[in-house]
C-alpha cells in the first residue's frame, strides 16, 4: 500500500474521507472532530483540492486510491514538465531528459507518499515557469490558485520565486504582478478564513535567533540528498558553482548558493515563521536550469569545481563527489554517452530512500474496520466517542458522522485546548508531536469533554459498562491507580437538547444566576443566543465557549460561523469575474 503510516491515516485519508462524508463543500465548522471546529482548522489537508473534491462523485470508491492516484499523477507531471520545459528552453533532448530524471529522483519526492502538501505545488511552479516564457503570463493566475489549494503555507515563498524567475530571465516583474494578485484573490475564500485562525490562534512558536540566521550552514541539506529539502545529488552543487563562470547564469547562481548556505533565505520564504531548509525545495526548478545550461556549455571551470569540493568532504557527501568527479572527467572529455550512465545515481539514491516506505496493508485495513462502523450504526452513538484503540493513527478517523470525537491532529489545532489538555488536565502525550491530540484514558478528559462512549478493549474504564465485546483477550501489564473519584462530581444542571441546525439548540432551568458551561473548544465564530437575545461569549474553563446565565427557563442556542468566511466568498467570486474577463482579453490580444 503506497503512504506512510501515521501522516497518511491520521491526516491525508482520513480527512479526505471524512470530507466526502460530509458532502459540504465549504462548511463553517467540523462537528465531529475537536470537539466541534472551525472547518479551516483542516483547510490544509485538500478541502478544496482536486482530488478530494472528485472523489465525492464516486463515494462508494476507498478514498485512498484518490489519494494514491493524484500524488503519482502530480508526481510523475511534475518529470514531464520539467523536460518540456527545459527543451522549449532550447536546450538539448539528452540534456533536458537528464535534468528531468534528476528532478523526478529527487528526494523530496519521497515526501509523496508522507507529508504530500510539501511536493505537491511544484507542478504549477514549473506549469508557471512554461507560461512566463511563452509569454501568456495571464493564465499563471490559475497555477496560483492551485498552489494556494494545494500548499497555501508554500505560496508566498513560489510567489517570490516567480518574480525571481521572471527578473533573472526578461528583467522585469511588472508583467507578472497582475496575474499573481488575481489568482491570490480568486482564491481568496480559502486562504482568507485560515489565515485569520492561524493568527488569531496564539500558537507558541520558537523564536528565531536572528544572528544565527547569518551564520552559514555548510551541511547543505536544503539541496543535497534530504528528503526536507530538494533531494538533488552533489553534481547540482558543483553545477551551482560552475555556473558563475557564464554571464547568463552567473548571479543567479551565486544567489542560489547563497539561499542553500544562509538560514536568512529560508526565514524569508517561510514567511519568518522559522528557518526550516524544507521550504527550498520551490528552489529545485532553478537548479535543473543552470545544471542543464552548465552540461550543455560543456565549459569546466576547475578553481571552482576545486572550491565546490570543499563543501562536499563530508561522511554523507564525499562518496557522491568522487563519482561526480569520476563523471565529469569522462563527460568533458568527450564521452557524452556517460550523462545517462549517471542518471542511474540519482535513480539509484531514490529507490533506497523510498524502498520498503509504504503502508501496512494489515494496519490500514484495521483503521478501516467495518465491525466498528456497524458498532456506531447500530449503537446509534450520535454523542461523543472516544477512540481508545491505535489513539495515533484513529486521531482524525470517522467511522460514521454519528461519531463525534475530541481528538485531532492538525497544524493548525486550536492552542487554547491544546494547552486545556496537554498542561491543564495533563493527558499523556502520546505522539513526538504534540499538535495530535489524541484521546486518552484521563477521566478529567473523558468527563470534561461530555463522551458518552468509549471504543475501547478495556472493559474496565470507571464511569463507562460495557454494551459490545467479543472474543478472548490476554490481560498483561495490569496498572492500578487510586483516586478519589467523587473529586470529579459536579453538581451541573443538564440542558434537554432539541434538533436544530445550529451546533446546539436546547432548554433548560436554572435555578440560581452561574454560567453557562459549553465542551466546545473556544474560538472566534461563536454566536449564543439566550431566548433569542445574543449573549456575550466567554472563555470559560480555561478553553471552552460559554457565557453568563440567569435564573429561570432558557432556550439556549448555539451557532459558529467562520470568520471572514463570506468577505473571502465575495472576493474570490468578484476575482473569478475580474479575472476571467481579463484573461479572455489578454488570451485574444496575443
Known sequence: MYGSKLDWLSQHISLADYFRQTQQLLPDSFANLQGQTNAFSFSYYGLLRPDVLVSYLFPNIPIHFFIIGYATLLWSSTGG?????????????????????CCICANCFFQSHQQIMFVEILPFLFLSFILIDKNKRQWISLCVVMALFHNYFYTPGMILILLLYDYDQNHTIKDILIPILIGIGMATILWLPTGYLILNNHKSVVQTNLFNLLIPNVTLKGLVYDSYGCGLTVISWIALFQGIQFEKTRKLSILLILMFVFP???????????ARTKILVLCLPLVLMILSYWLQERKLNKGLLVLASLFLCTKTTLLGLLISLAFI?????????????????????F????????????????????????????????QRTADLDQVGYSVNHIYDLKEMKASSYTSTSNSLYNTFIYDIIKSPISQSNRTI???????????????QNVLSKDSNLYGYKEVDSKGKYKISKI??????MGAFKRNV??????RSDAVF????????????????????GYEIYMDGKKQDVEIVNKAFVGCKIKKGSHTITIQFHAPLKKLGLCISVLSIMIGGLWIWKKSKNL
Not at 330 to 335: G, N, S, T, V
Not at 368 to 382: A, E, F, G, I
Not at 515 to 524: D, F, G, I, Q
Open 81 to 101: 514538465l520539467c523536460y518540456y520545459w527545459l527543451r522549449n528552453k532550447g536546450y538539448k533532448d539528452t540534456v533536458s531528459f537528464f535534468s528531468s530524471v
Open 264 to 274: 536568512m533565505f529560508s526565514y524569508i520564504l517561510n514567511g519568518t515563521l522559522y
Open 329 to 349: 572527467g569522462y563527460y568533458f572529455m568527450d564521452k557524452k554517452e556517460c550523462l545517462m550512465t549517471y542518471a542511474l545515481v540519482p535513480m539509484i539514491v
Open 351 to 382: 529507490t533506497g530512500l523510498n524502498y520498503n516506505q509504504c503502508l501496512d496493508l494489515k494496519l490500514y485495513n484495521s483503521m478501516y474496520s467495518k465491525d466498528k462502523q456497524k458498532l456506531m450504526q447500530r449503537n446509534d452513538l450520535n
Open 437 to 451: 491530540i489524541t484521546d486518552s484514558e484521563n477521566y478529567l478528559y473523558l468527563s470534561m469533554m461530555g463522551i
Open 479 to 484: 496498572r492500578v491507580n487510586t483516586c478519589d
Open 493 to 498: 444542571t443538564k440542558v434537554n437538547e432539541m
Open 505 to 524: 439548540k436546547g432548554q433548560v432551568n436554572v435555578k440560581k444566576d452561574g454560567y453557562l458551561v459549553t465542551s466546545y473548544p473556544y474560538e472566534k
